[in-house]
């Protein structure tokens, strides 16, 4: 199952959105989300970050991390 992730990281500095997300959008992986969210490429495990740390990170302590 792809990643689900919400498009509500903040825009990037300068970056001025015109219209918000208004539902739910599933990616097929972090970066393609963390493009769409920010309006630049990157590398969503690096840049999808949450008080619990990256998503990378999280994505590698697999269930067990749990």
Do not use: Y
């Amino acid at each position: 199952m792809a990643p689900r992730v919400a498009a509500t990281a903040p825009p990037a500095k300068g970056v001025e959105l015109r219209q918000g997300v208004t539902r739910d959008i599933v990616f097929s992986s972090p970066s393609t989300a963390g493009a769409v969210a920010l309006g630049r490429s990157c590398n969503g495990r690096v840049e999808w970050v949450s008080a619990e740390g990256a998503f990378g990170a999280w994505e590698a302590r697999g269930v067990d991390g749990l």
